[in-house]
């Protein structure tokens, strides 16, 4: 890890707590030239010097107030401020004060302090070497001497002070990660159990719609409603697996960052996310869905995540149904806007929630004595809608009803800006053209939101590229580019959830024809301004893979071998990809794959990652180096795996894996990334 992750990774730590440092800093600096000027008036102070130690704690203090261009800089800027006003400050000060004894107490203060907010050895050590002789070099240009009163018995109290303090803070800090890996291994281990039965039921559910007919001729046994019906059973089962999947996904990434992410925060309809939570959500009687009314006068957009949105629905709706039997129960669910704000209002006539209960009913583990409650429900909503920079409240009178409002800001408000512009930081956006003007503009664009851009001529530009930059939006000059290049972008990105923006020109002859299909992708460039806030929107509105479905390929019998100790997902993967044309092989471990290498050529391996007795990634690695099996070392090896982050997947590129397929995967998914290696 280089100095500069070293010191993202320092600031994310302590920046829960930077109020309450900033806090302090700002007041306590100021504040103690008085003590030690008056009250225990010492040899020497310099309120100026304090003033400024203040100043650079304050941005701390009103974090939220700060403009955005501090932002760019924020992770700088804490660093130096902490070293300058910490280490540097109070070496300075003791060196003017001749080594006294207060200010050798306060200086291994100091010391203690930048080791509990740097909690990085290495970056304490740098910083708080060089400001120590920094403040030394200084003392000696505006004293000279600075041996007055030092005692070289006092290096040895500091660097205990200061490797003492490494240590336990480093122990300390040893103690809460491998909680927080406990953690995420726990919840990992019960999502892949999950995810077993889930892919199996998936895999029987993809089959059973795969292998009956759209309808019956003749011989009927059942009428066509009723394959109508049972097809759309299992799509619905389906559709329940996938948001499942999802669930378990999104809840993985918030325990392993220990907060609600808001990487996957796109712009989702309210009035969608509440019928399909109306939809999916598990009624114990189908008599209870008629128990809730929705009622909504316009539809709003919200800045969010749909999945987490939806558990926020399903946990009121729980809670709301524990009391149904009581006379004239019912749901009323409320849409409508207020001041610049969605109003989302969960009304209950149930049972009502005490006057000394409700005020804790968003705190952790807190329950009111609901069987099998554990008190983290509310909560965890609670926080889904402070991510969302909005806020949940809760109204109730006994024995009458309970209410919950939801607040969320539009999307246009500045609390949603704000959200947007940290989140541009971290994309990757591709400018594909000649123009300079435009490029100029994007390059401005850039460096206001601090997003990596790449640029490519459309002469050089190669269609594999896309292979290793996970661009999140394509900006595409139309009067740069070709029909052939523009087709096989589209194809290649159709089943991603990358963006396309194409710029034309309001008097330039155009020289291809665009078909209906990238009309919304069509933007006439004029101004930056206008160039700004189509990128944003595109960037922030949910793109949904084409669903371009291949019902017959000319593969001529290509064959494919699928690597997979779960036979419920060989068998379903194969039925879809032998109706799809391919001759399929199949195999139950890494090792049975290389031994049917070793006597048969293949096309292209769908290889789990973990499997016993050879996992994909050890057969992966014997196919790359070993000449054994010089025939397969170019082809395409997919792996299929339950769940990947980035790391994993760099790592499993550095082996030699070629793409990646989340399983189980639809048929379209499926056929989309095999027909793109073959």
């Not at 109306?278 to 809730?292: I, P, T």
């Amino acid at each position: 890890m280089d100095i500069k992750q070293r010191i993202t990774s320092t600031y994310r730590y302590i920046e829960p707590n930077l109020f309450i440092i900033g806090l302090f800093g700002s007041i306590g600096f100021p504040a103690y030239y008085f003590i030690w000027a008056y009250i225990f008036p010492q040899p020497y102070e310099n309120l100026p010097l304090r003033l400024v130690c203040a100043l650079l704690f304050l941005p701390f203090a009103i974090k939220a107030y700060m403009p955005s261009i501090f932002y760019r800089y924020k992770e700088k800027h804490f660093v130096f401020s902490i070293c300058f006003c910490l280490p540097f400050f109070f070496c300075y000060m003791m060196i003017r004060n001749e080594w006294s004894v207060e200010w050798i107490m306060s200086f291994m203060a100091a010391i203690f302090l930048s080791i509990i907010i740097i909690y990085d050895w290495l970056i304490i050590l740098i910083f708080t070497t060089i400001a120590a002789f920094t403040a030394a070099l200084i003392g000696y240009l505006t004293m000279g001497n600075i041996g007055n009163g030092f005692h070289s018995s006092y290096l040895i109290v500091f660097s205990f002070s200061y490797f003492t303090g490494i240590c336990f803070n480093y122990r300390n800090r040893i103690e809460i990660e491998s909680k927080q890996l406990f953690s995420r291994s726990f919840s990992s281990g019960i999502a892949h159990e999950m995810r077993n039965p889930l892919g199996a039921l998936y895999a029987s559910q993809e089959v059973l719609l795969e292998l009956l007919p759209e309808s019956l001729t003749d011989n009927r046994l059942i009428s066509n409603a009723e394959i109508s019906k049972l097809r759309n059973i299992i799509k619905d089962n389906i559709s329940i697996i996938n948001n499942g999947h999802n669930t378990i996904n999104l809840l993985l990434s918030s325990i392993d960052n220990q907060k609600i992410s808001p990487n996957s925060f796109h712009h989702f309809s309210i009035n969608e996310v509440i019928n399909n939570a109306l939809d999916v959500y598990g009624y114990k009687n189908k008599s209870d869905r008629e128990l809730v009314f929705f009622q909504m006068n316009k539809d709003n957009l919200f800045f969010g995540n749909d999945i987490l949105l939806r558990y926020v629905i399903f946990n009121l709706l729980k809670n709301s149904f524990y009391y149904k039997d009581k006379t004239n129960f019912k749901i009323i669910i409320s849409v409508y806007s207020k001041n610049n704000e969605t109003i989302i209002s969960v009304k209950d006539y149930g049972k009502g929630i005490s006057s000394t209960s409700i005020k804790n009913i968003f705190t952790e583990y807190y329950t009111s004595g609901k069987k099998n409650n554990t008190g983290l429900g509310l909560s965890f909503c609670k926080k889904v809608i402070d991510a969302f920079a909005g806020s949940i409240e809760c109204y109730s009178t006994e024995n009458i009803s309970t209410t919950f409002i939801i607040r969320l800001p539009i999307i246009t408000s500045p609390a949603v800006d704000k959200m947007k512009y940290d989140l541009m930081s971290v994309k990757k956006i591709l400018f594909i053209g000649n123009q300079n003007k435009i490029l100029s503009d994007i390059n401005h664009l850039a460096f206001f939101y601090n997003f990596e851009l790449f640029y490519k001529k459309t002469s050089s530009y190669n269609i594999a590229d896309l292979n290793t930059n996970n661009y999140d939006c394509i900006i595409i000059d139309i009067n740069t580019i070709n029909n052939t290049l523009l087709t096989e972008l589209q194809d290649k990105i159709a089943t991603t959830t990358i963006k396309i923006i194409i710029i034309h020109h309001k008097n330039d002859a155009q020289r291809i024809t665009l078909s209906k299909v990238y009309e919304s992708y069509v933007f006439e460039y004029d101004h930056i301004d206008k160039l700004q806030k189509k990128l944003i929107t595109q960037i922030f509105t949910q793109k949904k893979p084409n669903n371009i479905l291949f019902d017959t390929i000319n593969s001529n019998k290509t064959k494919i071998m699928i690597v997979d100790d779960n036979i419920s997902l060989r068998l379903y993967s194969g039925i879809l990809l032998k109706n799809a044309g391919y001759d399929v092989v199949e195999a139950d471990n890494g090792l049975t794959a290389l031994n049917y290498l070793q006597e048969t050529a293949v096309d292209l391996i769908l290889m789990d990652s973990q499997m016993p007795i050879m996992s994909g990634i050890e057969a992966t690695k014997e196919i790359r180096t070993n000449n054994q099996y010089s025939l397969h070392q170019h082809i395409p090896i997919i792996c299929y795996s339950g769940s990947l982050d980035e790391l994993q997947k760099e790592h499993l590129v550095n082996v030699g894996i070629t793409d990646f397929l989340i399983k189980p995967s639809s048929k379209t998914t499926l056929l989309n990334i095999v027909n793109q290696w073959l």
